[in-house]
């Protein structure tokens, strides 16, 4: 069974940061591109950052640069370090491969006061 479990997420002020785990089954997570999905209210989920396994990354334009993604391969584990938030990186953030599978997580939420 598929497990996709994020953590630590929270309130933060402008140009804080915040560390989101997201423990994996070992089925997703050894085979595939991980990344971290966002949702913000009323719009649609995106892709904010991927891990391939080999550890190459790629980020969106919009967080590039103050975000970084990591895989621990042993803890089938990825992270999230987000630094300098800002008010628009509200949303709550979700893991899976990329391209995702059907299942998804409940997620996390980031909330960044202005």
């Known amino acids: 069974q598929v497990q996709l479990a994020e953590s630590g997420g929270g309130l933060v002020q402008s140009g804080g940061s915040l560390r989101l785990s997201c423990a994996t089954s070992?089925?997703?997570?050894?085979?595939?591109?991980m990344g971290w999905y966002r949702q913000a209210p009323g719009k649609q989920r995106e892709l904010v950052a991927r891990?391939?396994?080999?550890?190459?990354?790629n980020y969106a334009d919009s967080v590039n640069g103050r975000f970084t993604i990591a895989r621990d391969n042993a803890k089938n584990t990825v992270y999230l370090q987000m630094a300098s938030l800002k008010p628009e990186d509200t949303a709550v953030y979700y893991c899976?491969?990329?391209?995702?599978?059907?299942?998804w997580g409940q997620g996390t939420q980031v909330t960044v006061s202005s």
């Open positions: 899976n491969s990329d391209p995702p599978r059907a299942y």
């Open positions: 070992g089925s997703i997570f050894s085979f595939y591109t």
């Open positions: 891990i391939t396994r080999g550890g190459s990354t």
